[in-house]
């Protein structure tokens, strides 16, 4: 039975997790320590007039029933007041938002999955490369906590079934790969949810977009968990 869902109203709780990751720590990758906080979203349902959680099995019924994922999380244009240029990405995970600036202090919106419990991460970084369809090469990390990432060591061709989806974008620190990505996903309705390893992931159609839009070098802020709206400097 598909979740009713007509407002795209929404909020956000927290509660206390881990600091940011190993791996990032490891690649001495400078950004800031996550603060101890995760956000649970919830979506207002119509129906029963209550926020409620929308977790893995809401999304699914949600996704099964209208092919897209809620309208709060569809790409649109927004009202967004920032000291940043043109073309700078701005991701607030605790909402599950990426923000592309526009001029005139608007932005492109568009809904995420952001990293689940432990692998929250915050800092300034940029695109350092981009591709088409990409190879996703499973990290050391992931395939000794996940074996059925092992068959993939070598890496997996691009294509619908691919992690990484139709579009990657692969942020460096200077001249260093973080091992994050902003990606697609073959999973969409994962949207809106904290699922991921710490790369952030869009629908296909998201990505794409958005990939056509940015330039290598763009600057991209990933906000601390627990931070307010960014309001710009």
């Known amino acids: 039975m598909a979740f009713p869902l007509r407002t795209p109203l929404r909020k956000t709780s927290g509660r206390t997790i881990s600091a940011a990751t190993a791996t990032c720590l490891a690649l ?40 897209q994922v809620p309208e709060a999380f569809r790409m649109q244009v927004v009202p967004f007041k920032t000291a940043e240029k043109p073309g700078t990405i701005i991701i607030d995970g605790n909402q599950h938002f990426l ?6 202090f608007t932005a492109i919106r568009y809904g995420i999955g952001v990293g689940r419990e432990g692998f929250g991460w915050a800092g300034i970084v940029r695109v350092g490369r981009t591709a088409e369809w990409p190879t996703w090469t499973p990290p050391a990390e992931m395939v000794a906590r996940d074996p059925n990432a092992a068959k993939w060591a070598s890496g997996q061709p691009g294509g619908p079934d691919n992690p990484l989806g139709a579009r990657a974008l692969y942020l460096y620190q200077g001249d260093q790969d973080t091992i994050y990505r902003i990606h697609g996903t073959p999973e969409p309705w994962t949207i809106g949810l904290d699922v991921s390893s710490g790369c952030i992931r869009m629908n296909n159609d998201d990505i794409t977009d958005l990939h056509s839009r940015i330039n290598v070098g763009a600057k991209v802020i990933v906000l601390m968990q627990g931070a307010s709206l960014y309001k710009g400097v």
């Open 99 to 104: 923000y592309l600036v526009q001029p005139g």
């Open 28 to 67: 001495g990758v400078a950004v800031w320590a996550t603060l101890a906080y995760a956000a649970e979203t919830q979506i207002f349902d119509p129906k029963t007039h209550k926020w409620v959680k929308y977790d893995r099995k809401k999304a699914r019924s949600y996704y099964a029933a209208h092919k």
